[in-house]
Structure formats: C-alpha cells, structure tokens
Nanobody, 120 residues
Framework: QVQLVESGGGLVQAGGSLRLSCAAS????????MYWHRQAPGKQRELVAG???????TYVDSVKGRFTISRDNTKNTVYLEMNSLKPEDTAVYYC??????????????WGQGTQVTVSS
C-alpha cells in the first residue's frame, strides 16, 4: 500500500540548515496535497508547511522566510528546506499526503517521522 518515508533529519547548530525529504510510493502523487507537520515533546502537533497539487504553498508564521516546501512529481518526493534553524524548531517532523476521493474515504497517509534537533 501507500508508504511515506521521511529522511534528512539530524542534529544541527542554531543558524544551520537541513533539507528534509519525503518519498511516496504508488501512483497519483501529483494529485495529493502534501504537508509537513512537527511535534515536540509536550506540545501539540502543528502544521509547518503545505503545498497543493497546483504548487501553492503555505507556512506557519514562525517559519515564514526560513523554510521552503517544494515537490518533484517526477520523483514522488516532497522537500522541506529549513534555514536559520532555531532551538524551538526541535521536533519530530512528519510528512502527510491528503486528497479527497469522490465516493470514498479521503486519501490520508502519514510518514513515520524524522527527528530534527537544533542545539543552541
């Protein structure tokens, strides 16, 4: 079935950069809206960035100007470029794929998460 596999997390100093990748299996990737969420211990999971099937993007205010979401439909992959990282960006980052399916349940899949740790 559908699998989303995140990679690219790790330990980085404040002010540094990381690039997360999420590779999706199956067909129809270009039809999905793709999202990155994150969850830190003791905090709610929050939407960080999203990109629609048409390429429109959105970001949570705290990462605007620092993070960039993009997609390569030929590779079934979505990316999150993270620059000027701050300790408060430390969290597990999750890839999410979603689209409405007419006459059925929504297409709704999550990756396993990748840890991002930013040291001060």
């Amino acid at each position: 079935q559908v699998q989303l596999v995140e990679s690219g997390g790790g330990l980085v100093q404040a002010g540094g950069s990381l690039r997360l990748s999420c590779a999706a299996s199956g067909s129809g990737f270009s039809l999905n809206a793709m999202y990155w969420h994150r969850q830190a211990p003791g905090k709610q999971r929050e939407l960080v960035a999203g990109i629609s099937s048409g390429g429109f993007t959105t970001y949570v205010d705290s990462v605007k100007g620092r993070f960039t979401i993009s997609r390569d439909n030929t590779k079934n992959t979505v990316y999150l470029e993270m620059n000027s990282l701050k300790p408060e960006d430390t969290a597990v980052y999750y890839c999410h794929a979603y689209r409405v399916r007419v006459g059925g349940s929504p297409y709704d899949y999550w990756g396993q998460g990748t840890q991002v740790t930013v040291s001060s």
